[in-house]
């Protein structure tokens, strides 16, 4: 008893990390404060379908950081990532647990001049891929589709027209590296829809952001894959919602927050 007493003083006395990055954790870091959480269901195609929760924090040195775990609806994986940027929302490294044949394995990746470092490691996995990129690149770790919304933050809208984005990335439930990919984005404009109102409650509206943007991956034979994306936020750049459309494939994978189905049926429909 006298050692059990003794170790628990111990764990609750020990100091808290000022900058813990451990794989898909924020804890031990004082002043931190959630800046939004949600829940989005993906659903389409069955290979994608999954259900990805998801916090923003704010950081107490003024950085962002996105907590997201992907679970998939059949059950193959269940994911943690967690992406931090600066005070402008841009990236500066990641961090996650995969699932890679049946292994878990940690992945770090952290931004390095113009390329990304990436080690993956877990029981018989050690890797240690470079992904290019340029200084200002973006990090994803497929498959979160919550790291895409970022770019909507960054979009000059005073400029207009298709923006480039870089980005290089690694999946969390496969062995893949994504070097030097692009996303071109552009904003279609907004448009003021009904949400669905609470009995007893006055009408409720959301004004919903609307971007479009083709994603092209590089091919090991030189060439691109394309894919068409359409990206909806709310006024304050909060994800509320995605379709991507994959070539060859027949029906579209669309990922929606909870709670937004009636906004989700509205914006689908236009």
């Given at each position: ?14 100091p ?22 949600g ?13 990805e ?47 890679y ?11 390095n ?13 050690n890797?240690?891929?470079t ?14 589709s ?17 923006q ?28 003021v ?25 590089p ?24 379709r ?22 509205q914006?689908?429909?236009d």
């Amino acid at each position: 008893m006298a050692r059990l007493i003794l170790t628990l003083v111990i764990l609750i006395t020990a100091p808290a990390q000022a900058q813990d990055d451990r794989p898909s954790t924020f804890a031990g870091q004082a002043g931190a404060i959630i800046l939004d959480s949600g829940v989005f269901v993906v659903t389409g195609n069955p290979l994608f379908a999954r259900e990805e929760s998801f916090e923003y924090v704010r950081r107490q040195d003024g950085g962002v950081t996105l907590l997201n775990t992907i679970t998939a609806s059949d059950g193959r994986f269940r994911v943690r990532a967690r992406f931090d940027l600066d005070a402008q929302w841009r990236s500066l490294r990641a961090s996650g647990v995969g699932l890679y044949d049946g292994v878990p394995v940690e992945i770090q990746m952290r931004r390095n001049g113009e390329q990304v470092d990436i080690t993956v490691k877990g029981e018989g996995v050690n890797l240690t891929p470079t992904a290019v990129c340029d200084p200002d690149c973006f990090i994803n770790m497929s498959p979160s589709s919550l790291a895409m919304f970022v770019m909507t933050r960054h979009y000059d809208e005073a400029k207009g027209g298709a923006q480039t984005f870089r980005w290089a990335g690694q999946d969390l439930d496969r062995v893949r590296t994504l070097s030097g990919g692009k996303a071109d984005l552009t904003y279609q404009g907004s448009k003021v829809y009904q949400r669905q109102t609470l009995p007893g409650r006055p009408p409720r509206q959301a004004t919903v952001r609307h971007y479009t943007f083709v994603e092209l991956l590089p091919l090991d034979d030189g060439g691109t894959f394309a894919l068409d994306f359409d990206l909806w936020t709310d006024a304050d750049h909060r994800p509320l919602g995605f379709r991507v459309r994959t070539p060859g494939a027949g029906t579209a994978t669309t990922g929606f927050r909870v709670g937004w189905e009636g906004v989700r049926a509205q914006v689908l429909s236009d």
